[in-house]
Every structure is written in structure tokens, then in C-alpha cells.
């Protein structure tokens, strides 16, 4: 039987491994000038949907915490805030540039029914990463288990979806696996950095 409603974790499966694919095939052909500016764009959006996310559940978390106790003011939505994207961005971000009221202008955040509603953005980021790093070690063959992935995704949660395409989620390596595209990534940015630079 169809969920009524499939996992938002598993929305853009689809759409972020066919992109996967489509830049770096696209990102073969290019010189390395090109390929500088994809590279860093990509890598600035990984960072918003990743990093930044981070910091927003953060924050709904602190928020839910302070609930229970209390009624919340704009002073301490935005003290929360802060301290949510401290804890993530760390030494990354200048605090200067830090946002107090991203609290006030994401309306997704007083959606009742829609709790931790960035999450899936992450999760469906890395999800359909660790899904390319899986293709790419198992080739061709893989195709079979991606196809039943996808045909799964409107009847059962994302544990179950995987478990029965044959890989576990819920092993740090398949997340792992996900990051490394975001490192090799930076690396290559860093070389082709230093080497413009050095022309």
C-alpha cells in the first residue's frame, strides 16, 4: 500500500543524484578555469543546505527545550539563533555576520505540523550523495537497486526503503561516504585555487 504521504527525507532522492551525475559529467569535460567557479558554487551550496541547516535544527531544538518551561520573546529567539549558528559555524563565520532574526523571516518554523523542517533538506542532500558514491563503486549493477530504491520510496520510511534495496542507513559509513564528496571537492577547489593563483 502507497504512504499517504512519503518521507520528505526521500523527496529529492531522484533530483540530487541525476544532478550528481549531470555536473560531473559536465565538470569532466571543462578546463580547469571553468570548472573553478562550478566547484565553488556547489561547494557554497553544500554548505547552506549542510552547515547551515545544522544550525537552524539547532535552533528548533533549543526552541522546543525552552518551550516546555516557558513562553519565548523576540530577544531570546534571537539569543537562541546566535547561539545555534556559534555552535555551527564555530570560528567559520564571522559573529558579526551571524543572523539573529533568521528566526522571524523563515515562516517554516510556525508550520504546527512541520517540526525540524530543514532536516530533510540535509538528509535528502547526503542521502542522494551516499547513493552516488554507491553507484560509483558498483557500476552498472547498481541500477537494479536504485530502480526498487525509487519504486519503494511512497510505501515505507527511508530506514526500510534501504534496507530492502540492500544498504543500512543507519551505518555512520554510508553518511561518511556522502561527506567525501564534499572533501574531494574542496580539495580540488583548493588545486585548482593555487593554481591559478600560480599562472
Given amino acids: 500500500m502507497l504512504l499517504s504521504q ?17 555536473s560531473n559529467a559536465a565538470m569532466a569535460e571543462l ?41 519565548i520573546g ?20 564571522d559573529p558579526g555576520k551571524r543572523h539573529p532574526y533568521m528566526w522571524a523571516v523563515k515562516g517554516h518554523y510556525y ?9 530533510p533538506y540535509a538528509f535528502g542532500q547526503l542521502f542522494g550523495l551516499g547513493l552516488y558514491e554507491r553507484y560509483k563503486s558498483e557500476g552498472p549493477g547498481f541500477a537494479q537497486a536504485y530502480r526498487q530504491l525509487l519504486g519503494e520510496t511512497g510505501s515505507a520510511s527511508a530506514v ?3 534496507r530492502k534495496a540492500g544498504f ?10 556522502a561527506l567525501s564528496v564534499f572533501e574531494r571537492q574542496t580539495m580540488e577547489f583548493e588545486n585548482l585555487v593555487a593554481d591559478v593563483l600560480g599562472k
Fill in 31 to 71: 578546463d580547469q578555469s571553468a570548472r573553478l567557479p562550478l566547484i565553488e558554487m556547489h561547494l557554497q551550496d553544500a554548505c547552506q543546505v549542510i552547515v547551515d541547516i545544522l544550525s537552524r535544527f539547532y535552533f528548533e531544538k533549543a526552541v522546543f527545550g525552552e518551550r516546555l518551561s516557558s513562553e
Fill in 74 to 93: 523576540p530577544d531570546q529567539f534571537s539569543a537562541l539563533m546566535l547561539d545555534a549558528q556559534a555552535r555551527t559555524y564555530g570560528e567559520g563565520l
Fill in 168 to 177: 543500512d542507513i543507519e551505518k555512520p559509513e554510508f553518511w561518511l561516504s
Fill in 6 to 22: 512519503y518521507p520528505m527525507t526521500l523527496a529529492e532522492t531522484a533530483s540530487i543524484f541525476s544532478e550528481t551525475l549531470v
Fill in 111 to 119: 508550520i504546527p505540523s512541520l517540526s525540524y523542517y530543514n532536516f
Fill in 160 to 162: 526500510d526503503v534501504t
